[in-house]
């Protein structure tokens, strides 16, 4: 059985909504393979990011929280990642997140402490309550494919035609769709484009 570690601030001030809403799609997908826990709002902090990460072994890590360039936040302002404290814990991991900024500095510092792949944004992830589905979906969309045995450069590729998707969509506001297109165009990858779900299982 696969590990799959979801980190999440769900009672976040801000985005808590939608990261509940995140959280609730997230558990309706069923797969054999992986076993899904949690690190939700009331323990999301450093400590709990040392205890729940497997010491060795190939795993899953999710992060729906604020974040900035080298690190992720609890409440918008408690680090629980960043480049300076734990990336060395994410040692062959497949590492996804949809947090602000972490391209920059975050997702390198993972890289370069051997993890295996990562997928986030390089600029503000923004989130347009309005219309929040396909936000939801865009969000998510990523995890779904790799637990598909999609590979890293697949997924990147997919990712953006399902914003493309929402973005074409009459049905949604422009100011969603102007949204949408400034999270496709902070999408980023980093790390083994050809890194699958495949490579864990081996």
Not at 56 to 74: M, P, T, V
Not at 85 to 103: E, P, R, V
Not at 174 to 185: K, M, P, Q, T, Y
Request: charged residues 20%; proline residues 2%; contains cysteine.
């Amino acid at each position: 059985m696969i590990t799959a570690i979801l980190a999440i601030d769900e009672q976040d001030d801000v985005l808590g909504d939608f990261y509940s809403d995140c959280l609730r799609d997230l558990q309706n997908i069923e797969n054999e393979h992986v076993s899904l826990s949690y690190i939700k709002s009331h323990s999301l902090n450093e400590a709990a990011i040392s205890l729940k990460v497997p010491a060795a072994g190939k795993f899953l890590f999710l992060a729906y929280s604020h974040g900035s360039a080298n690190q992720l936040l609890s409440k918008g302002v408690n680090p629980y990642i960043s480049d300076t404290i734990n990336t060395h814990l994410f040692k062959q991991s497949f590492f996804y997140t949809c947090s602000c900024s972490t391209a920059i500095i975050l997702g390198q510092s993972l890289i370069d402490n051997e993890c295996a792949s990562y997928i986030g944004y390089k600029d503000k992830f923004t989130v347009w309550d309005y219309n929040r589905p396909p936000f939801v979906e865009c969000a998510n969309f990523g995890y779904k494919l790799f637990l598909q045995g999609e590979n890293i450069e697949t997924i990147i590729a997919k990712m953006k035609d399902k914003y493309d998707e929402h973005i074409d969509n009459y049905n949604n506001d422009f100011f969603g769709s102007v949204h949408l297109l400034a999270n496709r165009n902070a999408l980023s990858s980093l790390g083994d484009p050809t890194h699958s779900i495949n490579n864990i299982k081996e």
